[in-house]
T-cell receptor, first 114, second 111 residues
């Protein structure tokens, strides 16, 4: 089955530690995205990558880093510099065509900083 | 200020009722998306619209480009429709690499 997987589903981290969230897709999509969701707010873009070995900052990139060494993988590192990291993190990829533009989302990772 | 506004924020309905969720946005767009988020957190894409109307089963989505407004309708609602429904737009021009999301509408359908 094609899709996007994120691991782990729940993650607990002590303050001051870096943590990496995994995102893998087997949909052969070029574009991938990381979003953050907080209660009462719309999803906000952290980083995006439109092609392998290239990525761009989104609206709230401070305290985060990414890599895109393979088409299938787009891991997100939440660094100790992120002031308020507790949130729900969603990875997505995008399929585009002549008449299509669809975002596919992973199941998400809920990060809690203790 | 969030540039995509949804209403209502919360909606409770009885099974079988006709549901309407509204979305308005501020400037020209190339596409509008309706998404569904279930309690576990996973998000599914329902529709992508650039004009007119689309229908899939009991779901209907419409968009009025001139009025910068879209609606999502659910006919004969069912408890399994209970979810958060999210509107997102892809603005034309320089911001077209990303989607801008509304805050979502929490729908609860009671049996």
């Amino acid at each position: 089955d094609g899709g996007i997987t994120q691991s782990p589903k729940y993650l607990f981290r002590k303050e001051g530690q870096n943590v990496t969230l995994s995102c893998e897709q087997n949909l052969n999509h070029d574009a991938m995205y990381w979003y953050r969701q907080d209660p009462g707010q719309g999803l906000r873009l952290i980083y995006y990558s439109q092609i392998v070995n290239d990525f761009q900052k989104g609206d709230i990139a401070e305290g985060y880093s990414v890599s895109r060494e393979k088409k299938e993988s787009f891991p997100l590192t939440v660094t100790s510099a992120q002031k308020n990291p507790t949130a729900f993190y969603l990875c997505a990829s995008r399929r585009t065509g002549m008449w299509t533009d669809t975002q596919y989302f992973g199941p998400g990772t809920r990060l809690t900083v203790l | 200020k969030n540039e995509v506004e949804q209403s209502p924020q919360n909606l409770t309905a009885q099974e079988g009722e006709f549901i309407t969720i509204n979305c308005s946005y501020s400037v020209g767009i190339s596409a509008l998306h309706w998404l569904q988020q279930h309690p576990g957190g996973g998000i599914v894409s329902l529709f992508m619209l650039s004009s007119g109307k689309k229908k899939h089963g009991r779901l209907i989505a419409t968009i009025n480009i001139q009025e910068k407004h879209s609606s999502l309708h659910i006919t004969a609602s069912h408890p399994r429709d209970s979810a958060v429904y999210i509107c997102a737009v892809r603005y034309s021009g320089g911001s077209n690499y990303k989607l801008t999301f509304g805050k979502g509408t929490l729908l609860t359908v009671n049996p």
